[in-house]
T-cell receptor
Framework: AQSVAQPEDQVNVAEGNPLTVKCTYS??????LFWYVQYPNRGLQFLLK??????LVKGSYGFEAEFNKSQTSFHLKKPSALVSDSALYFC????????????FGPGTRLSVLP | DAGVIQSPRHEVTEMGQEVTLRCKPI?????LFWYRQTMMRGLELLIY????????DSGMPEDRFSAKMPNASFSTLKIQPSEPRDSAVYFC?????????????FGDGTRLSIL
C-alpha cells in the first residue's frame, strides 16, 4: 500500500533563509510525487511534481524538490523564504498501479518569520 | 479556466438535517474527487469518479453519505441525516484523464458546521 510521511508538523524559518519541508514515501512500483500548498480558507494548490527524469524538479513560486530514490524522499526546498510562503504544505504520492488516486501526507505547517 | 467551483462555501445546519454539497469540475476533466479535511484526521479521500462513474467509494464513512455525478459538469455529496461529527471542510477536486498522474485541481471547499 502507498503511504506518505511528513515527519515535521511545523517548520519555522527566518525570512531570507533557505527552507526545507521533508517528505518520505512508500509505494510498490514507480512513484509519482507531488507537492501542494494550502493557504487559509483555500483549497490545495499544485506546486510541482516528479514523474520521471531529473531528480531536481522546479515548480511554482521558486520552489523545487529533490527526488531521492534510495532514501525514498522528496523534500521541498526554496533558497530564500518569504513571509508569504507561510502556509500548510502537503506531499502526495501515486504509483503505476494506483490509478489516478493520490495518498496525501498529514501536512507540514511552514511559518516564515520576518 | 474557471477552476473547480464548489457551493456553498459555508453551511451551518442542525443535526438531523439533510446537507447537499455541490461541485462543478474543470471542463474536460475526466476524474472527480471528494475529500474531507479535519484537524484530527487530515485530508481523507471519500470517493472518486471517472467519466461520471464511481470508481472507489471505500472512503465514504457511512451510509448517511452518498455522492452522485449525473453529468460531466456536476457532482453532489449528500449527508442525510447529518451529525455534529460530520463538521469539516469538504473539498472537490478534478483532474484530466489523459496521461497518468496528472495533478488534481482543488476547489476552495465547503466549510460545514453541524450544530
Amino acid at each position: 500500500a502507498q503511504s506518505v510521511a511528513q515527519p515535521e508538523d511545523q517548520v519555522n524559518v527566518a525570512e531570507g533563509n533557505p527552507l526545507t519541508v521533508k517528505c518520505t514515501y512508500s509505494v510498490s512500483g514507480n512513484p509519482y510525487l507531488f507537492w501542494y500548498v494550502q493557504y487559509p480558507n483555500r483549497g490545495l494548490q499544485f506546486l510541482l511534481k516528479y514523474i520521471t527524469g531529473d531528480n531536481l524538479v522546479k515548480g511554482s513560486y521558486g520552489f523545487e524538490a529533490e527526488f531521492n530514490k534510495s532514501q525514498t524522499s522528496f523534500h521541498l526546498k526554496k533558497p530564500s523564504a518569504l513571509v508569504s510562503d507561510s502556509a500548510l504544505y502537503f506531499c502526495a504520492v501515486s504509483a503505476d498501479n494506483y490509478g489516478q488516486n493520490f495518498v496525501f501526507g498529514p501536512g507540514t505547517r511552514l511559518s516564515v518569520l520576518p | 479556466d474557471a477552476g473547480v467551483i464548489q457551493s456553498p462555501r459555508h453551511e451551518v445546519t442542525e443535526m438531523g438535517q439533510e446537507v447537499t454539497l455541490r461541485c462543478k469540475p474543470i471542463s474536460g476533466h475526466d476524474y472527480l474527487f471528494w475529500y474531507r479535511q479535519t484537524m484530527m484526521r487530515g485530508l481523507e479521500l471519500l470517493i472518486y469518479f471517472n467519466n461520471n462513474v464511481p470508481i472507489d467509494d471505500s472512503g465514504m464513512p457511512e451510509d448517511r453519505f452518498s455522492a452522485k455525478m449525473p453529468n460531466a459538469s456536476f457532482s453532489t455529496l449528500k449527508i442525510q441525516p447529518s451529525e455534529p461529527r460530520d463538521s469539516a471542510v469538504y473539498f472537490c477536486a478534478s483532474s484530466p484523464g489523459q496521461g497518468r498522474n496528472q495533478p488534481q485541481h482543488f476547489g476552495d471547499g465547503t466549510r460545514l458546521s453541524i450544530l
